[in-house]
Structures are given as C-alpha cells and as structure tokens.
C-alpha cells in the first residue's frame, strides 16, 4: 500500500491515508470548551484509569505471571496483571519509532505543513496498533500465563485449543486495554488540560510515593513487628524503630536502618525533596525575549522560553527505549521461541538473565538482568544499589551479582551516559515534531502580530534571532532532564516507583498547574485566547 502510491504528495505515507481515517478516534471540539468542563473530563479520565489498573485480565494465573515491565512500571503508567499492564508502552514506542523516522527524513513529512502533520498522526495511530501487538503476543506466550481451569473449560469445547485460544483471549483484552489508554489520551488532549500520558503517570508516581512514605503495614505481613520487621512507609518505620529501640541499638544499627536499609529509607524522602526543588526551579527558569505589538504603539511584552524547554518528553522516550530493551532481552533469553532465534537468541552479550532458583537464592527478580547490555543498561534505585556494593563488596554480592566494583562502576556510567544522550537526542526530534522549532515559533510570533522591537517584522528575521536560543536550550533541557532522572534513580525514592517516574510526576504536576492557570486567562479573556489558540 506504501510501496505503490503513486499520489501527488512527496510522502508515500499518503498510501495509508484511506486506512487511517477509518481508524477509531476521538473528535477534536468544534468550538471553546469552557474551563469547568476540561476539569470534568480531565478528572472523569483519570478515575477511568484508576478503575482500569484494578480491573485484571480474566483468565490469567497472576501467581505465576512475570512482570517483564517491572522495573518500568511507573513510566508505563500501568499495573502488572491488569488491562493496564502495557500501559502507554505501545503509545510511546510508537511516538519514538515515528519521531526516528521522521529526524532521519526516512518519512518525507513537513510537520509544519497541516496535511503531513495529520497523516503522521494518522500513521502514528496505526502503529500504536500494531505496537499493541508487537508488545502483548510475546508476553502472552511467554510470561502472561493462562489461568488452567480456563485452559481446561476451553478444551473441553475445543480439544487441543485450549492454551492457544486462553492466550488468545488475554492478548485481546491487553489490546482492548492498550487502546483504550490511547483513546483516554486523546480525551484528554482534546477535551480536558494538558496530556492524558502524562497524567496517567503522575497518578500512578503519586500513588506510589504516598504508599512509600506512609504504609504502616509490616516489611512482612505474616511475622509481628519487630525491629527486624518494622512498618514498609519510610515515616512509620522511622517513628516505629526510635519508640522501640534503646539509646545504644538507636546509635550503633537504628539510624543505619532508618536512613539507609530499602525499603523507603529517609534518604529516599530527602532525594525525593531534592528532586522535586531542582525540578521546580529548572521549570520555573525562563529566557524572555522582548516582544512588542506591531499596530499598538507603547505595547510590549516578552516571550518566554521554558529554560527546560522540551519538558519532559525526551526522558519519557529514553525511559521507554530502556524497559524496551529490557523486555526483548529477557524474551531473546528466556523465551521457549526468541531464545532459538539464531544470534540473538540466548546470546550473553545482549542479556542474561538468572534462572528461577538463582533469582531465589539471590532474593532478586527473574527480570534482573546479570550480564550483557541489559545489566550495563538496568536502572539502578537508591544507593543501596550501586554506591554501597562499590565501597563495600563483601556485604553486597546479591546485588553485584557476580560482577566487580569496577564494572559496577561502568554500569552506573553507561547508564548515565545512555539516560543524557538519548533525552538530547530525543528533545531535538520532539521540538522538530511538534512545531516548537525556529522556524515554527517565528510564524506563531508574527500571527499573533507580535514582532521582535529592533528588528524588521520578517519572519526570516525573527527564525535568526530564535535560533540563537532555540537550539541551545532544547540541547540543554534534554540533558538537564536526562542527568535529572539518572540522578533520581541513583539517589533513590520512596514507594516502588524510581526516580525518573518522581522526576517525571513532579515536572507534569508543575506543568498541569501552569495549564491550569492559562486555562482559566483564556476563560477571563477571549483576546488571550485568541493569542493562544492562534499560537
């Protein structure tokens, strides 16, 4: 269909065009759609999510289902078992496979022109699909493992069939799931503030942080507590091992426990609140350029350019890459069909992956990489992971596994190096794609009859001068973004979330009271919104 177009139009994408706009979607609002309506249906939205991630896929044996997005889980946005468990996976796969493609002119699109733009969102809808699948057969026949009483009823009807048609009926769950999180999405942005994905994951990042900070429920359910079994929420703990130890256990073993042992030690909280005031104050910090009106003599104002200017995306897609990798170097390893597949298949050098009996005697998951690129790549959380195995070996070698300080040392480098680079790479595609470039800002500029003073009103002129800024501080923001989470994730957080999922929660909640407050200008001023929707 792609290969044979033939049309007038550059991009043989045009190809799809009929396919696409048969596809379900959501309808953008003809008109204004007052600000107490967005509220409603952004929180409708997020209610639906929350009901979603309780709802789990019928048929499944959750006790013997591995979760291969475990490490990944606040990015995705979803839960393990349920028709969230791919969550925004497929949604974000399919921004970065488009947006790569897209950068390296592979696709042939103009995004500032109004036909290219709406067949990439077109063809970008039909990947989601096809994402969908990519991510969800694999994990059906591999580590979502059907319920055997439904195995057996199926076969009592269709002998022989009963696995496959029991696989069968979670992938299609996963897919009404998957797609409905796509749909979600789409509500959001169009009829509600800010963007589904990002609230999804901000609910989720709450969640956690608040179960980590204040379960009082026991390290242990089935034991009493003790000293050795005190509450999991980092205050409870706190408050539980200072009542109940004495002054000498409070000194010599209390004050390690309470700032240091996982789960949701206090240096947690602190890296929390560390985080959440750097990422503040970068979202806060703005270049102003000077604006004036060009028919209103004596109006000026200034333009501001976010100093973190790609926001958070870049981080999303490079975390998103990450659990990726992780998910198809774990199938080519232990997957009954991926680990024959020739090279790739079982091949160390890619990941390896501890067996059920390794992962019991280390106390790790079975999704934990041990070696090849899937280790030197594997998000670290807290200080108990990295720091505290490189200065003290002998007392970590479940969590070394294996390995020498030295390459954990590498380990922590690559995954900085790749978490930096990759946000870079991604926020340079991402202004490209949605219209936040030179060029794209200079032409809002001059729409709104707003000029630079000094300077002819050309928008030539104006793409110049943006040019000095643009550039350097989407390079910039990439890698404040990218150092940000890899820093979180060293330094460790509360509850199961990591540090990139905090860092992404609190940019998102920043950013939606930020679009709170423009939403209600808009409200009180119809000229303001003018300015913005023309913009």
Do not use: C
Not at 160 to 170: D, P, R
């Amino acid at each position: 269909m792609v290969a044979s177009y033939k049309g007038p139009k550059k991009s043989k994408l045009y190809g799809l065009e009929d396919l696409t706009a048969k596809l379900p979607a959501v309808k953008k609002a003809k008109g204004h759609i007052e600000f107490k309506y967005k509220m409603m249906w952004t929180a409708l939205i997020v209610v639906l999510y929350f009901a979603l991630s309780n709802i789990y896929i019928y048929g499944l044996n959750t006790a013997q289902t591995i979760d291969v997005f475990a490490s990944f889980r606040e990015i995705f946005a979803g839960a393990s078992g349920s028709l969230m468990d791919l969550g925004i996976g497929p949604i974000v796969t399919a921004s970065i496979v488009m947006q790569l493609f897209v950068g390296a002119k592979i696709f042939n699109l103009d995004l500032q022109n109004a036909e290219d733009k709406a067949i990439y969102q077109g063809v970008q809808k039909l990947l989601v699909i096809i994402m969908i699948f990519v991510e969800a057969i694999p994990q059906a026949f591999g580590y979502l493992v059907p319920d055997t009483k439904v195995v057996n009823s199926i076969n009592a009807v269709f002998p022989g069939y009963g696995e496959f048609l029991a696989q069968t009926i979670i992938i299609l769950q996963l897919f009404f799931g998957s797609y409905l999180v796509f749909l979600m999405d789409e509500v959001v942005s169009k009829y509600g503030i800010g963007s589904g994905i990002s609230l999804f994951i901000a609910a989720d990042v709450s969640e956690q942080l608040f179960i980590g900070a204040f379960n009082w429920q026991a390290l242990n359910n089935a034991l009493t507590y003790s000293l050795t079994n005190p509450p999991a929420g980092a205050f409870p703990k706190m408050f539980y091992i200072i009542m109940h130890s004495s002054s000498s256990y409070l000194l010599t073993n209390g004050v390690v426990q309470i700032l240091f042992s996982p789960p949701n030690p206090m240096i947690a909280v602190l890296g929390t609140l560390l985080i959440f005031f750097l990422v503040a104050y970068f979202q806060s910090s703005k270049i102003e350029l000077p604006i004036s009106h060009e028919r209103v003599r004596g109006a000026r104002g200034r333009y501001p350019l976010q100093l973190l200017y790609a926001s958070n995306i870049p981080v999303i897609l490079a975390t998103a890459l990450l659990a990726n990798v992780s998910m198809w170097t774990l199938l080519f390893w232990s997957s009954p069909v991926l680990s024959k597949v020739p090279i790739l298949g079982h091949n160390p050098l890619l990941g390896s992956y501890p067996t059920t009996a390794q992962a019991t005697a280390l106390n790790i998951s079975a999704t934990t990489p041990t070696g090849g690129l899937a280790y030197y790549l594997f998000s670290p959380n807290g200080l108990s992971d990295w720091l505290f195995p490189i200065l003290q070996p002998s007392g970590y070698q479940n969590i070394l596994l294996g390995h020498t300080p030295l390459q954990e040392a590498i380990h922590i480098i690559v995954f900085t190096a790749f978490m930096v680079g990759f946000s870079v790479l991604f926020a340079i595609f991402w202004i490209e794609t949605t219209n936040m470039g030179a060029s794209a800002v200079a032409k809002q500029i001059q729409a709104s009859g707003m000029q630079i003073p000094g300077f002819r009103r050309d928008p030539r002129v104006m793409e110049r001068v943006l040019k000095k800024y643009i550039p350097a501080i989407t390079i910039f923001s990439g890698a404040v973004v990218g150092l940000l989470a890899a820093g979180a994730n060293l330094i460790g957080t509360v509850g199961d979330t990591s540090g990139t999922g905090l860092l992404l929660a609190v940019g998102i909640i920043i950013q939606f009271y930020e679009a709170m407050g423009r939403e209600q200008l808009m409200e009180m001023h119809p000229v303001i919104r003018q300015f913005f929707v023309g913009g």
